[in-house]
T-cell receptor, first 114, second 115 residues
Framework: KAGVTQTPRYLIKTRGQQVTLSCSPISGHRSVSWYQQTPGQGLQFLFEYFSETQRNKGNFPGRFSGRQFSNSRSEMNVSTLELGDSALYLC?????????????FGPGTRLTVL | AQTVTQSQPEMSVQEAETVTLSCTYDTSESDYYLFWYKQPPSRQMILVIRQEAYKQQNATENRFSVNFQKAAKSFSLKISDSQLGDAAMYFCAYRIYFGNEKLTFGTGTRLTIIP
């Protein structure tokens, strides 16, 4: 079974631009969560999508948004990029059933904002 | 709000020796999960071990075991017989028992294995 994939793996943008990152979960997984990882702030939760609905959201400005499609693939969008948005963006997927199901992480997308 | 604290930014251990990584957390919930994740350099985050808060027995996975002290809100990871492949960032994480998949992470401990 293929793991969680994220595209692109590396991205360079300039301030003010917008960017879209993609996450393809493991087949059958219905939940996709996004995290931002920086040296200064560590790993911070952005949002979780479950069955195409945002189920939880972290403390990020409205410039960060996401969505999930019917095949569970998810995208996150960052508009009006700032230098501080440079980070490794990780997504994780899980079955998210009634009992415990492990979350599996993708390799991440490294975003550099110049 | 839940918080997770790892007070050891860096640790090192001699190969084949034992090392313990510390983690404390704060929550008002009674049912939750605690995790240790490993992030090797330039590689994917993987789950090392999981503990359910309602279980008094400490979780064990091969060379990895935890010391879970619910009243003290402490959750340490012990790695026995350390191997070179154990070198990585280790993150302690918390998740509520049911309702969403949000993980709250600590700041991580970078573990170096000395040959």
């Amino acid at each position: 079974k293929a793991g969680v994939t994220q595209t692109p793996r590396y991205l360079i943008k300039t301030r003010g631009q917008q960017v879209t990152l993609s996450c393809s979960p493991i087949s059958g997984h219905r939940s996709v969560s996004w995290y931002q990882q920086t040296p200064g702030q560590g790993l911070q939760f952005l949002f979780e999508y479950f069955s195409e609905t945002q189920r939880n959201k972290g403390n990020f400005p409205g410039r960060f948004s996401g969505r999930q499609f019917s095949n569970s693939r998810s995208e996150m969008n960052v508009s009006t990029l700032e230098l501080g948005d440079s980070a490794l963006y990780l997504c994780a997927s899980s079955l998210a059933g009634a009992s415990y199901n492990e979350q599996f992480f993708g390799p991440g997308t490294r975003l550099t904002v110049l | 709000a839940q918080t997770v604290t790892q007070s050891q930014p860096e640790m090192s251990v001699q190969e084949a020796e034992t090392v313990t990584l510390s983690c404390t957390y704060d929550t008002s919930e009674s049912d939750y999960y605690l995790f240790w994740y490993k992030q090797p350099p330039s590689r994917q985050m993987i789950l090392v071990i999981r503990q359910e808060a309602y279980k008094q027995q400490n979780a064990t996975e091969n060379r990895f075991s935890v010391n879970f002290q619910k009243a003290a809100k402490s959750f340490s990871l012990k790695i026995s017989d350390s191997q070179l492949g154990d070198a990585a960032m280790y993150f302690c994480a918390y998740r509520i028992y049911f309702g969403n998949e949000k993980l709250t992470f600590g700041t991580g401990t970078r573990l170096t294995i000395i040959p």
